[in-house]
Nanobody, 127 residues
Framework: VQLQASGGGLVQAGGSLRLSCAAS????????MGWFRQAPGKEREFVAAINRSGGTTYYADSVKGRFTISRDDAKNTVNLQMNSLKPEDTAVYYC?????????????????????WGQGTQVTVSS
């Protein structure tokens, strides 16, 4: 399975972007999906995750209320709607998938729990 993230770009603070991650293969609906980000000089950090049914979502405190994760299994995509963007949201955003344990944010937010990653898309928020 390959993951291809898109939708990044340059936006002013307060603006919005919608990231998409397209997955190849027929088993997309079997996987829990997540978005992570990595700013220069910083470790990769959790942003949001959604379980395979789409009924459970998790968010980092820093994006709660501003970002929304969703999935469309018919199109094999997972999306991240980002509103009220801040300069500190600037990072490369990665999508990832896991078939591992996903019960609770402890597991949903751990990069080591995800076994396949997309190439990343740059998001830059200017002040």
């Amino acid at each position: 399975v390959q993951l291809q993230a898109s939708g990044g770009g340059l936006v002013q603070a307060g603006g919005s972007l919608r990231l998409s991650c397209a997955a190849s293969g027929r088993t997309f609906s079997s996987y829990h999906m997540g978005w992570f980000r990595q700013a220069p000089g910083k470790e990769r950090e959790f942003v949001a995750a959604i379980n395979r049914s789409g009924g459970t979502t998790y968010y980092a405190d820093s994006v709660k209320g501003r970002f929304t994760i969703s999935r469309d299994d018919a199109k094999n995509t997972v999306n991240l709607q980002m509103n009220s963007l801040k300069p500190e949201d600037t990072a490369v955003y990665y999508c990832a998938r896991t078939s591992g344990i996903f019960s609770g944010i402890y597991y949903a937010s751990r990069p080591s729990n995800f076994d396949s990653w997309g190439q990343g898309t740059q998001v830059t928020v200017s002040s």
